[in-house]
């Protein structure tokens, strides 16, 4: 897996957001919204703009060393980066405690998390892995073109 919250395609840089003020103590590869100023954690989808929180990669090389930056969570009021989601992008993302298939429909849960979607939430993304995992694991997601489930 590989250290970086963008997986691809690797043609093109993805688009992020200009600095923004985090609203609480939030961990990368989790979905959050932005307003003019800052981020903030979503708990589920909805009409507001879904982003998701890059990893502290631009603090300093003593974060990279110690810590897996995909791990290691913002402080209330650090400034951070998120990503501009669109369909057809892969990253990586953590998760609800579940088992997944691939091809999976996602959503947006508690902690902003990606979990499994049922019939009326929106989906947001497809699993591009298999398999059980734990709360806050991270997996790969292709973004979808948001639709509600049947």
């Known amino acids: 897996m590989p250290?970086?919250?963008?997986?691809?395609?690797?043609g093109r840089e993805p688009v992020t957001l200009d600095a923004r003020?985090?609203?609480a103590a939030l961990l990368p590869c989790t979905f959050v919204t932005d307003s003019a100023t800052q981020l903030s954690q979503l708990t589920a989808p909805g009409?507001?703009?879904?982003?998701?929180l890059a990893a502290r990669d631009f603090y300093s090389t003593g974060q990279l060393?110690?810590?897996?930056?995909l791990k290691t969570a913002y402080a209330s009021g650090d400034?951070?980066?998120a990503?501009?989601?669109?369909?057809?992008?892969?990253?990586?993302?953590?998760?609800?405690?579940?088992?997944?298939t691939f091809g999976q429909e996602?959503?947006?849960?508690?902690?902003?998390?990606?979990a499994a979607a049922a019939s009326t939430n929106r989906v947001i993304a497809f699993s591009r892995?298999?398999?059980?995992?734990?709360?806050?694991?991270?997996?790969?997601v292709e973004i979808a073109m948001p639709y509600v489930k049947a």
């Open 79 to 81: 400034t951070g980066i």
């Open 83 to 100: 990503y501009v989601l669109e369909p057809g992008q892969r990253y990586l993302v953590a998760v609800a405690a579940a088992t997944y």
């Open 129 to 140: 892995e298999a398999g059980a995992k734990s709360a806050g694991d991270l997996i790969e």
């Open 65 to 69: 060393d110690a810590n897996d930056p």
């Open 47 to 52: 009409t507001t703009a879904i982003r998701l």
């Open 3 to 10: 250290n970086t919250v963008y997986v691809g395609p690797n």
């Open 106 to 114: 996602l959503t947006i849960a508690a902690a902003g998390r990606a």
């Open 21 to 23: 003020v985090l609203a």
